[in-house]
C-alpha cells in the first residue's frame, strides 16, 4: 500500500502530452489498470460487453439497426489492417483515398496483401474532394471500396466524410473510414455519414490507454468478410464471431487496456458526451492558435481545412531555431509536443486532444515563449 500512495503521489508530476495519442489520460483512468485482471473475469466480460454497446451509441448506431462492435488487440493500425486485409475479396477493388502518411499506410497494406487497389493521391495540404473520388468512380467502375481518412494527424485536416459518402454510395461502393484521431472529439453519425467501416483506437479522444482498437461494421458487410481474411490474429470476421458466441477474445485480450477504456467512456459521459468534449477539443485549439499567432508562428494549413484535433506549425524562419533543441527544453518541462511528418515542409504540430485543458495551453504557450525569448531566437 505504501509504495502505491507514493507513486499516486508522484503522479501531479506527469508529463501533459500535446500529442495525437498516446495522450494525457486522467489519474482514476490509471487507476483503474491496478486491478489484475483474469480474461474470463465476470467483470471483464461485462466491461467488454459494455464497450462494444457504447462505442455504437457514440457512433449514434446500434445492434438492432445492423451494425457490430469488433475489437481489436494492438494499435489503431492493426484494426485498419483487419479492416483493409479481410473485407476486401479476391475479385474485388479497394480505391485507397490519401492526402497523408495514414492515407499512404493503407495503400502500403493493400499492396503487402496484393489487393487488387488504386491510389487516388491529393497534396498533403489539400482535402480529398468529393468531386475527384466521384469523377475516379466514374471512370473505374471495377471499384467495390473506397477507404479515407477522416482526420489525417499527418497535418490535421478533416476531409470531407458525409460528402465524400454521398458520392460512395451514389455508385454503390462499400466505404471504410480510418477516424481514428477524430472519433470521440467530433459528433459523427455513422449511418449519416454513409460508413460501412469505422477504425478507432483507444488511445485518442476517448481518452483511454494504448493497448487496442476497434471497427464499428455495418453487420450486412461484416458477414462477408467470413474466410476471407489474410492474416489469423487479423482476421475480422472470426474475431467478431469469437466476441458473440462467448464474449472472449481469441488470443489474450488487453484486460488492463480494456478496464482504464471503460472508466475513459464514463468519464466521456460525465463530461457531457462527445460534443462537450468537441467543444474542449475546439477551445484548445482557439487558444493555441490565437497564441501562436501573437508570436509569429504560421500554420501550415489553410484555416478552411483545418480540423481540431491537431495543428501544425512552420519553424520559425530565424536559421537558429533548432527543433530538436526546442523540443528537449518543453521536454524538460513536463510539456511534449510532436515532431513534423510532412514532405514538402518544416514543421512541428501540438495535439489538443487528452485530458489537456485551456489553462494546460496557456502554460504551454508561455513556456514557448519563455524558451524562445531565452534563445534570442525571433519568430
Ligand atoms: C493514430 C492514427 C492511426 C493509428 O496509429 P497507431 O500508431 O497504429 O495507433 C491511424 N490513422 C490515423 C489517422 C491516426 O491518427
Not at 23 to 49: C, H, N, P, W
Not at 168 to 196: C, E, L, P, T, W
Not at 220 to 245: I, M, N, P, V
Not at 300 to 308: A, N
Request: one cysteine or more; hydrophobic letters at 40%.
Amino acid at each position: 500500500m505504501h509504495s502505491i500512495n507514493h507513486n499516486i503521489l508522484n503522479m501531479s508530476q506527469q508529463p501533459l502530452l500535446f500529442t495525437p495519442g498516446p495522450l494525457s489520460t486522467s489519474l482514476s483512468v490509471k487507476q483503474a489498470m491496478l486491478k489484475d485482471m483474469g480474461s474470463r473475469d465476470y467483470e471483464f466480460i461485462r466491461a467488454v460487453k459494455d464497450i462494444r454497446n457504447g462505442l455504437l451509441r457514440l457512433a449514434h448506431v446500434s445492434k438492432e439497426e445492423g451494425y457490430e462492435c469488433v475489437i481489436m488487440q494492438g494499435s489503431g493500425t492493426f484494426a485498419v489492417e483487419s479492416v483493409i486485409s479481410s473485407v476486401i475479396g479476391e475479385n474485388d477493388k479497394l480505391l485507397v483515398l490519401a492526402n497523408g502518411a495514414y492515407g499512404e499506410r493503407i495503400a502500403k497494406m493493400a499492396r503487402i496483401h496484393k489487393l487488387n487497389h488504386e491510389v487516388l493521391r491529393f497534396d498533403e495540404d489539400c482535402i480529398v474532394t468529393p468531386e475527384a473520388v466521384e469523377n475516379f468512380l466514374k471512370e473505374h467502375t471495377d471499384i467495390t471500396h473506397v477507404a479515407c481518412i477522416h482526420s489525417e494527424t499527418t497535418t490535421g485536416l478533416f476531409n470531407p466524410i458525409a460528402a465524400i459518402g454521398d458520392v460512395v454510395k451514389k455508385y454503390s461502393k462499400v466505404f471504410i473510414v480510418d477516424a481514428m484521431s477524430s472519433f470521440g472529439g467530433v459528433v459523427m453519425d455513422m449511418k449519416a455519414m454513409q460508413v460501412d467501416f469505422l477504425v478507432s483506437s483507444s488511445n485518442k479522444c476517448i481518452e483511454g490507454v494504448p493497448g487496442f482498437a476497434f471497427a464499428l461494421c455495418k453487420k450486412t458487410e461484416l458477414e462477408k468478410a467470413k474466410g476471407r481474411a489474410r492474416s489469423l490474429s487479423l482476421d475480422l470476421y472470426d474475431q467478431w464471431a469469437g466476441l458473440e458466441s462467448n464474449g472472449q477474445f481469441r488470443f489474450t485480450p488487453p484486460t488492463l487496456s480494456i478496464m482504464a477504456f471503460r472508466k475513459a467512456m464514463q468519464e466521456l459521459e460525465e463530461e457531457g458526451g462527445i460534443e462537450a468534449r468537441e467543444h474542449r477539443y475546439k477551445t484548445n485549439k482557439q487558444i493555441l492558435d490565437e497564441g501562436m499567432h501573437a508570436m509569429g508562428f504560421k500554420q501550415y494549413l489553410k484555416p478552411e481545412i483545418q480540423g481540431h484535433i491537431i495543428s501544425s506549425f512552420l519553424y520559425p524562419e530565424d536559421p537558429r531555431f533548432d527543433f530538436a533543441d526546442f523540443y528537449e527544453k518543453l521536454n524538460k518541462r513536463g510539456l511534449v509536443i510532436y515532431p513534423g511528418k510532412l514532405s514538402k515542409a518544416n514543421a512541428f504540430r501540438i495535439g489538443n486532444i487528452g485530458q489537456i485543458f485551456p489553462d494546460d495551453i496557456e502554460n504551454l504557450l508561455q513556456a514557448i515563449k519563455e524558451i524562445l525569448e531565452g534563445d534570442s531566437i525571433s519568430v
